[in-house]
Structures are given as C-alpha cells and as structure tokens.
C-alpha cells in the first residue's frame, strides 16, 4: 500500500523567512510525488512534481522540493516565504506498479507572519 | 483553457433529497476522479475513470453514492438519498494519461440539513 505522511499540522514563519513543509512516502516500488496547495474555499492547485531525474525539483511561485530515497522524504521548501504563501499544503503518492490513484497526506496549514 | 469546471459551487438541501455534482474536464483529458474533503477524513478519493468507464470505485461508502460519465465531456456524481454526513467539499480531478498530474475544480461544497 502507498501512503505519505505530513508529521506537522501547523507551520508558522515569519516573512522573508524559509519555509519547510515535511512528507515522507511509503510505496513498494518507485513513487510518483506530488506538492499540491489549497487556498481558503479553492480547489488544489498544483505546485511540482517529482518522477525521474533530478532529485531537486522546481515548481511554481518559487517553491522547489528535494526528493531523498535513503529517508523516503519530499520535503517541499521556499527560500524566502511571503504572507501570500499561506494556505494549506498537500504531499501526494503514486506507485508506479500500482494504478492511478494518488495517496494524500494530511494538509499542512502553513502561517507565514508580516 | 478554463480548467476543470464544477457546478454548483454551493448546495444545501435537506436530508432525504437527491444531491447531483457535475463536473466538465479538460479537453483531451481521459482521466477523471472524484474526491471528498473533509475536516475528519480529509481527502478521500471516491471513484475514477478513464475513457469513460469506472476503473476504481471502491472508495464509494455506499450505494446512495453513484456516478457516471456518460462522454468524455461530463460526470455527474449523484448521492440519492442525501444525509448530514454526507456534507463535505467534493472536487472533481482530471489528468491526461498517468503519470500526468491531476488538475482540481474549485469544488462543490454540499451542506445537508
């Protein structure tokens, strides 16, 4: 079974700060990794993806995510965080010996302070 | 393009009534899945489908849940009879042929009384 996890529910930073918001994965073969937001009474939208290649990923509005295999994380970062970036972020799972279906995470509320 | 497109926006009714969500994908899209969030279970993936035909639907909790997507154009999801705890935002998520990303509608928030 494919699962990830988002061990913080809350995530407060100031302005100009860096941001972090954590996931770890679990599938039995390779993932797909997904960063998704969801701004208040919004759908999700999409941030980055992780497939093949590069572990460090770079994604929309300045966001970039590292994937590390040996600590099964995809942990999603923003040099210098914004008021704007508050929202609530969503890791995603896909195994690629599985179907299409995506595994979410929790959410992780992310506060960023003026 | 407009992006994935969900009607209504809001819809309370009363227990007892049939609920219908609707949803028009992406052009070109052949996957199209349906999802409830909540505060307590979060987001759950209901049923998905590609060229039309449900592939998954075990995520359905019951039989007053159904859907279908009678052209590549359109899905409903109908919930007959609707419950209180069925109150929940339902998105609507298509993608092109995996492992392409899924892209959101700005959801249906249902309120039954």
């Known amino acids: 079974a494919q699962s990830v996890a988002q061990p913080e529910d809350q995530v407060n930073v100031a302005e100009g700060n860096p941001l972090t918001v954590k996931c770890t994965y679990s599938?039995?073969?390779?993932?797909?990794l997904f960063w998704y937001v969801q701004y208040p009474n919004r759908g999700l939208q999409f941030l980055l993806k992780y497939i093949t290649g590069d572990n460090l990923v770079k994604g929309s509005y300045g966001f970039e995510a590292e994937f590390n295999k040996s600590q099964t994380s995809f942990h999603l970062k923003k040099p210098s965080a914004l008021v704007s970036d508050s929202a609530l972020y969503f890791c995603?799972?896909?195994?690629?010996?599985?179907?299409?279906?995506?595994?979410f995470g929790a959410g992780t509320t992310v506060t960023v302070r003026a | 393009d407009a992006g994935v497109i969900q009607s209504p926006r809001h819809e309370v009714t009363e227990m007892g009534q049939e609920v219908t969500l609707r949803c028009k994908p992406i052009s070109g899209h052949d996957y199209l899945f349906w999802y409830r969030q909540t505060m307590m279970r979060g987001l759950e993936l209901l049923i998905y489908f590609n060229n039309n035909v449900p592939i998954d639907d075990s995520g359905m909790p019951e039989d007053r849940f159904s859907a279908k997507m009678p052209n590549a154009s359109f899905s409903t999801l109908k919930i007959q009879p609707s419950e209180p705890r069925d109150s929940a935002v339902y998105f609507c998520?298509?993608?092109?042929?995996?492992?392409?990303?899924?892209?959101f509608g700005p959801g249906t928030r249902l309120t039954v009384l």
């Open positions: 995603a799972v896909r195994d690629i010996k599985n179907d299409y279906k995506l595994s």
């Open positions: 599938v039995s073969g390779n993932p797909y």
């Open positions: 998520a298509t993608s092109g042929r995996p492992p392409d990303t899924q892209y």
